[in-house]
């Protein structure tokens, strides 16, 4: 099963090398958050059926020195395990992300987080 995780990023400064798939930059930002957001989802109630996340786009935010990102996860549908609720995780995330100002090296806004399950 899928869901999207959208969240804009407050220190990374949108650029148009971040709109190309096939740049060095987005392959190297998409492999950071891949491993950060793997990390994150690791520790959150979904950890045993979690399977990864695939960065989608980075897009320029409202503010322009801002960027967003778009990423599909993935997870396994289990009968023993818990069923996905987004709100549940959401909170989960929140509360990892400090309230949803840092994931990792990367400072967030608080008002982006966006998880549809």
Known sequence: ???TVN???TNLPYSSSL???HSAKFRATARVLSTMLDQLFKKTRIHSVYTGCKMMAFRPAQKMENTGVDAVC???TDSAAS???RVIL???VSNKTNGITNLGIYSLDQN???ING
Do not use: A, C, M, V
Request: aromatic share 28%; charged share 35%.
């Open 1 to 3: 099963e899928r869901f």
């Open 7 to 9: 969240f804009t990023i």
């Open 19 to 21: 709109r190309n798939p």
């Open 74 to 76: 993935t997870y396994k």
């Open 83 to 85: 069923q996905f609720d």
């Open 90 to 92: 959401y909170r989960e």
């Open 112 to 114: 982006s987080l966006y």
